[in-house]
């Protein structure tokens, strides 16, 4: 990589936090569209890029992320 791991992990989230990442997609987009190469009838959205604005449909309840404490053995 030529750089540390340290050096690697802060550059990627300095370039995170500066919006890198959303406009090198943009513009790969851009260029993808232009010569004609995106087909949309063969795609897929999930929620890592699309975040759901009202909420969905549970088919379980959540699952507690919560610690049990240890039962006192005093």
């Given amino acids: ?14 370039w995170t936090e500066a919006g890198v990442w959303a406009r090198l997609h943009a513009a790969l987009l851009t260029e993808l569209r232009r010569a004609d190469l995106v087909d949309l009838d063969a ?17 379980a309840p959540r699952p507690s992320t919560v610690l049990v404490p240890a039962p006192s053995t005093t």
Avoid: P, Y
């Fill in 43 to 59: 795609c897929a959205v999930d929620g890592s890029h699309i975040r759901a604005l009202k909420g969905g449909t549970m088919s």
């Fill in 1 to 14: 990589m030529g750089c540390s791991g340290v050096t690697a992990w802060r550059r990627l989230r300095d």
